[in-house]
């Protein structure tokens, strides 16, 4: 078990650029709850990462940290201005902000770096370069479950996008083994796997994975789609 870190105070913490994207990806979370949990899954994902980088960072991880602290704040305003991704991927030299591709070209394979790749395949997304962004979620190096789980559900929504809906259901129900049982995210992720696999003909694990669905997680809103989708898939 790790030991306690020094508490910081209120000053050190405001100065933590590290600190600034972790409330920065908590308030875009609170204000897009919806689109976040339809979307990519990896909002919550990445403020996990977020706390465990704090704990542990190289001197190289914290410039990169606090490089992508300051193109973080052009990526959440993107919810509301989809044209920031494209600022958020190149940067805005003129002001000293280097973009997610710089980041992830100058900093690959530290935590920094590597959630910068995750932000920049989101983004890529999100623009309609999804074979840019597959490669980016294909390159992914990072070692975090909960991370890789969203990694995972990235790919599998832009297979779903190329309408490769087996290859979608497998990264989406992969997405799903990286969960624990009581993450919120499981069902949704089963729901999704288990709508590809219908798309893809294959309704059995469809309709296998909806009656898990209803069984393990009654409460949820995939459970309450999951009875319709039944009925469709047994047809």
């Not at 910081?8 to 875009?28: C, G, H, N, R, W």
């Not at 606090?66 to 958020?88: C, F, M, T």
């Not at 309704?203 to 296998?208: C, H, Q």
């Amino acid at each position: 078990m790790l030991s306690p870190k020094k508490k910081l105070a209120k000053k050190e913490i405001t100065k933590d650029p590290m600190f600034a994207l972790y409330d920065q990806s908590v308030t875009f979370y609170e204000k897009n709850k919806k689109f976040v949990n339809y979307g990519i899954f990896g909002i919550v994902a990445a403020i996990v990462v977020l706390v465990v980088f704090l704990k542990n960072r190289s001197d190289n991880d914290q410039k990169a940290s606090s490089d992508l602290g300051k193109v973080i704040s052009i990526y959440d305003l993107a919810a509301n201005d989809p044209a920031q991704y494209k600022v958020a991927i190149n940067g805005q030299p003129e002001k000293g902000i280097i973009g997610l591709k710089a980041i992830v070209d100058k900093y690959s394979g530290s935590q920094s770096g590597e959630l910068a790749r995750f932000y920049l395949a989101n983004a890529y997304y999100r623009t309609g370069q999804i074979d840019d962004a597959m490669r980016q979620y294909d390159s992914f190096s990072g070692s975090v479950p909960i991370l890789k789980s969203s990694v995972s559900a990235g790919l599998g929504e832009c297979y779903e996008a190329k309408h490769e809906y087996a290859k979608a259901a497998e990264r989406y129900e992969s997405a799903a083994g990286l969960l624990s049982s009581n993450d919120s995210q499981l069902p949704d992720f089963l729901r999704a796997a288990g709508r590809c696999y219908g798309e893809a003909g294959e309704k059995e694990k469809a309709i296998t994975l909806f009656k898990r669905i209803k069984k393990e997680f009654p409460a949820t809103a995939a459970a309450r789609e999951a009875e319709r989708y039944i009925s469709q898939f047994s047809a």
